[in-house]
T-cell receptor
Framework: EPEVTQTPSHQVTQMGQEVILRCVPISNHLYFYWYRQILGQKVEFLVSFYNNEISEKSEIFDDQFSVERPDGSNFTLKIRSTKLEDSAMYFC?????????????FGSGTQLSVL | SQKIEQNSEALNIQEGKTATLTCNYTNYSPAYLQWYRQDPGRGPVFLLLIRENEKEKRKERLKVTFDTTLKQSLFHITASQPADSATYLCALGGYTGGFKTIFGAGTRLFVKA
């Protein structure tokens, strides 16, 4: 079964550094998402992306965050200057459609630790 | 603000029994509701989707009900097995929240052999 692939599985960085989290969505999917989950808390929506542009974003997704689809397969999340509170598991997801047919496929996540 | 509430306390049941998990929501008019399973350290896995005009959906040992008047969904696992032990997440999407899917905090289920 096709799956969403995320790299790296773990990322440790110093506060203030830039990080790029990478994802390869399922190949025939058109909608891409980033979510995050702080330890012990709920899965929180960050951003959705379609047709090479952001379609929705949450309050969490401020100017420090950006997303990009640099080629036909990768989807990246960049955090420009990491803060301690950015430490979380970051999940990439993709779906073939949206609306009431939306079924999200999630990757295994990147555990980001900001020191 | 939009809120999705799931039982924060873990649910402990005996193998073979039916597990029932509850999802309530406020300040939201979802077009659909979904249930996902999440194992520790892993991403959520889609289980079932039910639309606003549907009352009940079944898939193998799983059953979901959706009451838009009560703003509640019930998720049932019949003949539960220890392998069903996981966290189950309720998720809503459409209309009020745009077309993004937002998640509840989940309910942890433990099935004892």
């Amino acid at each position: 079964e096709p799956e969403v692939t995320q790299t790296p599985s773990h990322q440790v960085t110093q506060m203030g550094q830039e990080v790029i989290l990478r994802c390869v969505p399922i190949s025939n999917h058109l909608y891409f998402y980033w979510y995050r989950q702080i330890l012990g808390q709920k899965v929180e929506f960050l951003v959705s992306f379609y047709n090479n542009e952001i379609s929705e974003k949450s309050e969490i997704f401020d100017d420090q965050f950006s997303v990009e689809r640099p080629d036909g397969s990768n989807f990246t999340l960049k955090i420009r200057s990491t803060k301690l509170e950015d430490s979380a598991m970051y999940f990439c997801a993709s779906s073939r459609s949206r609306g009431d047919n939306e079924k999200l496929f999630f990757g295994s996540g990147t555990q980001l630790s900001v020191l | 603000s939009q809120k999705i509430e799931q039982n924060s306390e873990a649910l402990n049941i005996q193998e073979g029994k039916t597990a029932t998990l509850t999802c309530n929501y406020t300040n939201y008019s979802p077009a659909y509701l979904q249930w996902y399973r999440q194992d520790p350290g892993r991403g959520p896995v889609f289980l079932l989707l039910i639309r606003e005009n549907e009352k009940e959906k079944r898939k193998e040992r799983l059953k979901v009900t959706f009451d838009t008047t009560l703003k509640q969904s019930l998720f049932h696992i019949t003949a539960s097995q220890p392998a069903d032990s996981a966290t189950y997440l309720c998720a809503l999407g459409g209309y009020t929240g745009g077309f993004k899917t937002i998640f509840g905090a989940g309910t942890r289920l433990f099935v004892k052999a």
